[in-house]
C-alpha cells in the first residue's frame, strides 16, 4: 500500500488503485448514485471513487475547494488528472463494452457534441428535482425565472431547458 500524495482518508479505504481515482461531489444526489451504481465496474478496471471534499484532495490536486465542485475529476495514479468528459473517455477506453461510444465521442464533430452534453449536464445538475437530492441551496428547477412564452424554442419548457416535466 503507497501513501505518496495520498492522504489518510484514503489510505484507510483500502490500497491505492491501479490507475486512478474518481473524483465527485458527495453533495450532489445525482453523482453520488452515479458512483454507488459504477463504483464495482469501475473497480475491476482498477478505479477508486472519492469525494471531492476529501481533504487529500485538494491538497493532492491544488485546486480550490470551490473548483473542485464544478465538474467530474479522474486523478490517474501517476498525477496526471482529467475533468469534465475527458473522465467519461478515461474510463470508456478501458471498459470493453463502452469502447464503441469512447470512439464515437472522439470523432470531432461527435466530440464536440459529447463534451457541450456533459457541460449542460454538470451546470443543470443542482437545477434537478428535489428528489434528486443534490445539495440544499442549489436551485430546483421550479424556482427557475420563467421564459416569456415569446421567448421560447418550441422545444424548450417554460424554464428555457431543452426537455419538459
Known amino acids: 500500500m503507497s501513501t505518496v500524495g495520498v492522504g489518510e482518508e484514503a489510505i484507510q479505504n483500502g490500497p491505492e488503485p491501479r490507475a486512478g481515482w474518481v473524483l465527485y461531489d458527495a453533495e450532489c444526489g445525482v453523482c453520488s448514485r452515479w458512483v454507488s451504481s459504477w463504483a464495482p465496474t469501475l473497480k475491476q478496471y482498477g478505479v477508486a471513487v472519492a469525494p471531492l471534499q476529501s481533504p487529500w484532495v485538494e ?6 475547494p470551490s473548483d473542485l465542485v464544478k465538474e467530474m475529476r479522474l486523478l490517474e495514479r501517476g498525477g496526471g488528472m482529467h475533468s469534465g468528459a475527458n473522465v467519461y473517455r478515461f474510463l470508456m477506453r478501458r471498459v470493453w463494452w463502452a469502447y464503441p461510444v469512447y470512439l464515437l465521442s472522439m470523432i470531432p464533430g461527435l466530440r464536440n457534441v459529447f463534451d457541450w452534453g456533459y457541460r449542460t449536464f454538470a451546470r443543470h445538475r443542482g437545477r434537478s428535482r428535489p428528489a434528486a437530492g443534490c445539495a440544499e441551496g442549489t436551485q430546483s428547477i421550479r424556482n427557475l425565472p420563467r421564459a416569456p412564452p ?3 424554442l418550441p422545444w424548450q419548457s417554460e424554464h428555457g431547458i431543452g426537455w419538459t416535466r
Do not use: P
Open 59 to 64: 491538497g493532492r490536486t491544488g485546486l480550490a
Open 150 to 152: 415569446s421567448r421560447r
